[in-house]
């Protein structure tokens, strides 16, 4: 197979539809390319962490049959929730057996799941299967002078048994950004909660948290945050229009997807970076040329 299977999720089809666009881009340069499942639905969203709710888990198995379809064993995620929960629901099906007959039993039409399908987020593959050496060598644009903040959010990091790095102190999104010539930084609120969906309900909530994260990337001196979530995009970009006005430097933040900022170092073209990006980057970088 000459690529790895790949779950899009929802929002990734239109409100985060740059975040796909710009990892197809990186994926096809670095020569692994992405193919999208057939027939796949949503994850169902949120891990249901009550014991005999297996309904909630049905969405998720049948991405997992769609998987073994592609006569494949692995699938890779890029929305961090969707990773979660995919990760999350591979684990619990591979260890119950129980719990996978009850759920083949009522996708009466379709084919048996018997598990071993394993959920990997690009940043996994980007970092053990591609590796940082060869993401610097494939890089034409150096980013020096960019300041990433690179932001897990929860659920990339959160529970341990499916983080993608160190729980408390994750690197694999700062090295990839050094690698490309960029600066990255640590900063405390690396790994903290945007509020999630508490910005349904409570709207306060998720403006005040999301507020500390842009303030704490700020104070590291950062230019640009990165993300990895739709939702955590959504709710600090909200923050960033809220507090922007009246405090400049939050104001003047660039907060992108992680893979739109390593495709502007392998050579994406302006036409295909989100405008804030590209005006930090014409700023900081140069950026004439790209495909």
């Not at 006569?71 to 929960?85: I, P, W």
């Not at 996978?100 to 379709?110: C, V």
Request: glycine share 8%; charged share 25%; aromatic share 8%.
């Amino acid at each position: 197979m000459n690529g790895i299977p790949y779950f899009p999720g929802c929002s990734l089809k239109d409100t985060a539809s740059g975040f796909e666009d710009s990892a197809f881009y990186v994926m096809e340069t670095l020569g692994l390319p992405l193919l999208e499942l057939d027939r796949w639905n949503c994850c169902g969203t949120v891990y249901s962490l009550t014991a005999d709710d297996l309904m909630h888990h049905v969405a998720s198995v049948r991405n997992f049959v769609r998987v073994r379809e592609m006569g494949a064993d692995e699938v890779v995620a890029l929305c961090a929730m969707c990773y979660n929960t995919l990760a999350r629901v591979a684990r619990r099906i591979d260890d119950d057996a129980e719990a996978r007959d009850k759920i083949n039993a009522f996708m009466n039409q379709e084919a048996d799941y018997e598990g071993g399908v394993s959920v990997v987020h690009l940043l996994d593959v980007l970092r053990v299967r591609i590796g940082d050496d060869a993401i610097a060598e494939a890089t034409t644009r150096p980013l020096e002078g960019l300041i990433v903040a690179p932001y897990y959010g929860c659920t990339l990091v959160r529970p341990k048994e499916v983080s993608v790095d160190d729980s408390e102190r994750p690197t694999v999104m700062a090295d990839l950004f050094e690698a490309t010539g960029a600066t990255a930084v640590a900063f405390p609120f690396a790994t903290e909660c945007c509020g999630t969906y508490q910005v349904v309900d409570r709207p306060e909530l998720s403006l005040e948290r999301s507020y500390r994260v842009l303030r704490s990337a700020v104070g590291a001196g950062a230019n640009v945050v990165a993300t990895a979530c739709p939702l955590c995009q959504h709710n600090l970009e909200q923050a960033q229009r809220e507090f922007g006005g009246a405090e400049e430097r939050i104001g003047r933040l660039t907060i992108a997807y992680f893979t739109e900022i390593l495709a502007a170092a392998l050579g994406a073209g302006p036409e295909r970076l989100p405008e804030d990006l590209r005006s930090l980057l014409e700023t900081h970088v140069t950026i004439e040329g790209g495909a």
